[in-house]
Every structure is written in C-alpha cells, then in structure tokens.
C-alpha cells in the first residue's frame, strides 16, 4: 500500500473540488465532493503507476501560514 498527500483546493467558479499530488506528474483531478475527488485520485494515481513507480519531482512538506502588515 502507497500513500500519496494530494493538495485539496475549492474552484470559486465551478465549486468543484480540486486535488494533486505535488511532484507526481499527472497526478490530478477533480470531483463535486472530497469523496467523489479522492476516488477519482485514486483511479488516476492507480493509471498512473501501471506505468511504474514514479520518480517524484518534489517532496510535500507542508503548509505554513504568512503574516502580512
């Protein structure tokens, strides 16, 4: 079992739920809830690995919060 940590945004003009993987080409999708997105990452991620393993691009890390005056 692999784990992938997808970035999860809201579109304003669709209202569509939209995730990616960071560093894994190809890895993205949308959905109308997070359960219906995370499927639908889950069968592109599963598409993309039929390909092999990928080499990621880049790591996640996390998120952090900015202050600006």
Do not use: W
Not at 25 to 34: D, K, R, V
């Amino acid at each position: 079992m692999r784990r992938y940590t997808a970035v999860i945004e809201r579109c304003p003009d669709t209202q569509l739920y939209v995730g990616y993987v960071p560093g894994f080409p190809g890895a993205h999708s949308q959905g109308a809830t997070l359960d219906e997105l995370q499927a639908n990452l889950r069968e592109v991620i599963e598409m993309l690995l039929d390909d092999g393993e990928p080499k990621l691009e880049t790591e996640f890390v996390g998120t952090q919060t900015v202050i600006v005056d």
